[in-house]
């Protein structure tokens, strides 16, 4: 019998996963309309940028949403992306889609870590974060849900969303992670983008600190500005320096025991280059998912 590695994060990944569906078709059979984006912490990320423009919140959201959504950025902040990793039922169907491939025994489309398409590839999903919290903050609805995944999928292709549009980013999660390793994941998902940027924390307080300034002296630039510089500042320090630094968690290589087999750099999603490494694993991609370990 095949033992299987890692096996407490697939539980508990596959488990949310299941819960979730189970929990939309329940809630189908006895007609109780439901918004998946009030079950999603990107959404309390969004509707927290609609109170501070509007003052008022997203209609289906409330405190609780946003308190989800800082949640979310404290834990990066403090523990890595162990959202992504472990609950977020996107990221648990790209994993689902490399591991048929990798049953089918096919071998992934390459993109070289640090390569110009890699890091062209990267700042999609930081348009896409601003389009989003742009489109939030001067529309005051939960823009997202017009072509987010998540919310077509949980509620069958119905609802305010654009069909083209959700059609396209289903197979974008799909079919690009099923033939590059975590695709969706590392380019196109606006909330990995928010996670990656709040790795950087201490260069966040300062823009935002600075912003905050700017704001006083200038009376105020629009709040979408600031929105622009905490994206554009994201991405430049997701290319230009993948190191991270002031967390708690970290995975640790102990460079006494190893071998020098590079096992765990094929076998991190990402293709971190873990060996690379003294101690503590500090790179941007990281979520500490343990398939390295």
């Given at each position: ?11 508990l ?5 299941a ?14 309309r ?8 990107f ?14 919140l ?88 017009k ?48 996670s ?52 708690i ?26 060996a ?14 343990g398939?390295c370990?």
């Open positions: 019998m095949k033992v299987i590695k890692n096996w407490q994060r697939y539980m990944e596959w488990g949310i996963l819960a979730l569906i189970i929990f939309i078709l329940v809630s189908n059979v006895i007609g109780e439901i918004n998946p984006e009030t079950y999603c912490p959404g309390g990320i969004q509707a927290f940028a609609n109170l501070v423009s509007h003052g008022s997203p209609c289906d959201m409330s405190s609780l949403q946003i308190l989800s959504g800082i949640a979310l950025i404290a834990a990066v902040v403090l523990f890595s992306k162990l959202f992504c990793a472990y609950l977020c039922p996107l990221g648990t169907i790209s994993d689902l889609c490399r591991k048929l491939r990798n049953h089918f025994k096919l071998n992934p489309l390459s993109i070289q870590s640090d390569s110009l398409l890699d890091k062209a590839l990267r700042i999609i999903k930081y348009i896409l974060l601003f389009v989003i919290l742009y489109g939030t903050i001067t529309t005051g609805e939960l823009v997202c849900k072509f987010d995944p998540y919310y077509a999928l949980a509620t069958g292709f119905k609802g305010e969303l654009v069909l083209w549009m959700s059609v396209v980013m289903v197979l974008l999660l799909v079919l690009g992670s099923f033939f590059i390793d975590n695709f969706w994941c590392k380019y196109i998902c606006p909330l990995g983008a928010i990656n940027t709040f790795k950087y924390w201490l260069w966040m307080i300062t823009v935002l600190g600075s912003s905050y300034a700017i704001s006083i002296i200038t009376k105020s630039p629009p709040l979408w500005c600031i929105v622009a510089m905490i994206c554009v500042f994201g991405y430049l320090l997701e290319i230009f320096n993948p190191r991270t630094s002031l967390q968690l970290y995975v640790q290589r102990d460079k006494e025991k190893c071998k020098g087999c590079h096992i765990c750099d094929s076998k991190c999603p990402y293709h971190i280059n873990v690379g490494f003294d101690g503590a694993v500090e790179n941007v991609d990281c979520m500490l998912c398939e370990v």
